[in-house]
C-alpha cells in the first residue's frame, strides 16, 4: 500500500483530499515553527461569501508581524514599478486561516483584501495614520490622525444570495434580472488585463479604459437566468442602460463585505463636520517615515 494512505488510517482519501491534508499540516507546521508573533484578523465577509470547502470560509486569516524583511518588499522599486508590492506585501505576511490551512491569496475578495491591508499597517507600524484633508466647505487644510484601529467592517449582506455566494438583482428601468458575483483578486486582475486589451483594440486610440463594461463582465454570471458569456457581453456592451447601470453599481455596495474608511471630519477654520469623509490613503500608510 502506498506510504502515503498508510500514514492517514480509515477510509480511503481522493488524491485531491490528500494533497488538502498535507498541505495543511505542512502550514501548521511553519506556523508553530515560525518566530515572529502572529495575530487573527477578522475578515468583514465572516468567510459567508466564500464556498464552503475554502480555506477563507472560516472569515479569518492569521498574519505575523511586520519585520525589516518585508520593509524589503516595501521598497523594492521592482515591485513598485510593476503595482504590486502591497499584494506581495501580504502575501508575505498571511500564513495561514486561522484553523492551520493555507489561504489562496487570489480567492481573496476586494473588501476581505483591503481589511487585512490595514490590519498589516496596524501591526507593521502602529495605529496612528496621519493625513493631510482639505475642508469640502471652506477648502482649508489641516492635519488629522486616524486611529486605524477606530475603521469597522461592512459585514457581507447574505439575504439575496444563493448557495455559492452568487446575489441577484433585477434592474428598476429594463426589469431583467442579474445574477452577479462579488470579485477576487484574481477577477481583478483579469478585468485589468480585460480592459486593456480593449484599449489596445480601439482603432484609433481614445483613451477609453473601458474598465467598468470590463468589470461588469466578470461579475454578471448569468443575465434572466442565462449564463452564456457571449449573451453576458452582448447585454452589457448593448443593452445596459446608465439608469440601470447606476442603480447595479449602488446594489453591490450595499452587499459587498468590506472596510468602512469613512471618517469624522472637522474644520478647525469655518467648524463644518463631516461624518462621511473618506479616508485618504497616502505614502505614510506604508512608509509612515517617508
Not at 459567508?48 to 472569515?59: M, N, Q
Request: hydrophobic fraction near 35%; aromatic fraction near 6%; charged fraction near 25%.
Amino acid at each position: 500500500m502506498n506510504k502515503v494512505t498508510d500514514d492517514y488510517p480509515g477510509k480511503a482519501l481522493s488524491t485531491d483530499e490528500l494533497k488538502q491534508k498535507l498541505a495543511s499540516e505542512s502550514n501548521s507546521s511553519l506556523i508553530k515553527e515560525s518566530k515572529f508573533p502572529t495575530e487573527v484578523v477578522e475578515l468583514p465577509s465572516k468567510g459567508l461569501i466564500y464556498p464552503e470547502g475554502s480555506a477563507l470560509s472560516s472569515g479569518k486569516v492569521e498574519m505575523k508581524y511586520m519585520t525589516a524583511k518585508e520593509e524589503d518588499i516595501l521598497t523594492s522599486s521592482n515591485l513598485i514599478q510593476k503595482g504590486i508590492v502591497i499584494d506581495a506585501l501580504l502575501m508575505a505576511l498571511i500564513v495561514g486561516n486561522g484553523e492551520g490551512r493555507s489561504v489562496n491569496y487570489n480567492d481573496l475578495i476586494i473588501g476581505d483584501k483591503n481589511a487585512i491591508m490595514v490590519a498589516a499597517r496596524v501591526l507593521g507600524y502602529g495605529a496612528e495614520y496621519p493625513v493631510e484633508m482639505a475642508c469640502p466647505s471652506c477648502g482649508a487644510k489641516q492635519k488629522q490622525v486616524v486611529d486605524l484601529t477606530s475603521l469597522e467592517n461592512k459585514e457581507a449582506n447574505m439575504e439575496d444570495s444563493d448557495s455559492e455566494g452568487r446575489f441577484t438583482f433585477k434592474l428598476p428601468v429594463a426589469k431583467k434580472v442579474l445574477t452577479f458575483k462579488i470579485l477576487t483578486h484574481a477577477d481583478e486582475k483579469l478585468v485589468e488585463a480585460e480592459a486593456k486589451r480593449m484599449k489596445k483594440k480601439t482603432i484609433g486610440g481614445n483613451g477609453v479604459t473601458y474598465e467598468l463594461t470590463s468589470r461588469f463582465k466578470y461579475m454578471i454570471v448569468a443575465v434572466d437566468g442565462d449564463e452564456d458569456k457571449t449573451t453576458i457581453k452582448a447585454f452589457v456592451d448593448n443593452e445596459f442602460l446608465s439608469r440601470d447601470s447606476l442603480a447595479f453599481r449602488k446594489h453591490i455596495q450595499t452587499v459587498s463585505p468590506d472596510v468602512d474608511m469613512t471618517i469624522h471630519f472637522e474644520c478647525d477654520s469655518c467648524g463644518h463636520e463631516d461624518s462621511s469623509i473618506q479616508m485618504p490613503m497616502n505614502v505614510q500608510f506604508f512608509w509612515p517615515g517617508a
